[in-house]
């Protein structure tokens, strides 16, 4: 899940992407303008077709993508933090861990928070995480996707 933590249309860029971490641009959310960013989807479009992998999502998706991106833009820095390092990224669906989380988002001046919204850890255990959580990943969702949360409350119980 990407939260964006900005009006998208007051971004003032004409082509940017959410970033998995520092090295990855995802396709969660993209703005592509018609000069640049057209020549960016069109290489991603035909590089998707001739290479596409039914079962591998990374592949098809954030990998293939920051590739495309680094070939346009070689040596690019993507500015970000990696959080999913030693399983920091559990951080967002604990209730313990929800101030620190918001706070450290808030302090970072993100415009958008990817998380991966995955509730069991790589098959070791699973999370559950009720509707009525506090957990940071629900308390974002609630103020940046509150149609969406809205919407979902019946998966989350």
């Given at each position: ?17 959410c970033c998995e971490d520092k090295n990855v641009v995802t396709n969660a959310v993209l703005n592509l ?64 861990n929800r101030d620190e989380v918001l706070n450290k988002i808030k302090k970072s001046e993100a415009i ?46």
């Amino acid at each position: 899940m990407c939260f964006s933590l900005v009006q998208l249309s007051t971004i003032n860029q004409a082509n940017f992407a959410c970033c998995e971490d520092k090295n990855v641009v995802t396709n969660a959310v993209l703005n592509l303008d018609l000069d640049r960013g057209l020549n960016v989807s069109t290489l991603y479009a035909r590089t998707l077709a001739k290479n596409y992998k039914p079962k591998t999502w990374s592949g098809n998706g954030p990998i293939m993508l920051t590739s495309v991106v680094k070939s346009f833009c070689p040596g690019i820095d993507l500015i970000t933090e990696n959080s999913t390092k030693c399983g920091e990224y559990l951080q967002h669906f604990h209730k313990k861990n929800r101030d620190e989380v918001l706070n450290k988002i808030k302090k970072s001046e993100a415009i958008f928070v990817h998380i991966w919204n995955k509730m069991q850890d790589f098959g070791k255990k699973t999370y559950k995480l009720p509707f009525t959580s506090h957990a940071a990943y629900i308390e974002l969702a609630k103020e940046y996707c509150p149609g969406v949360y809205k919407t979902l409350e019946k998966y989350f119980r």
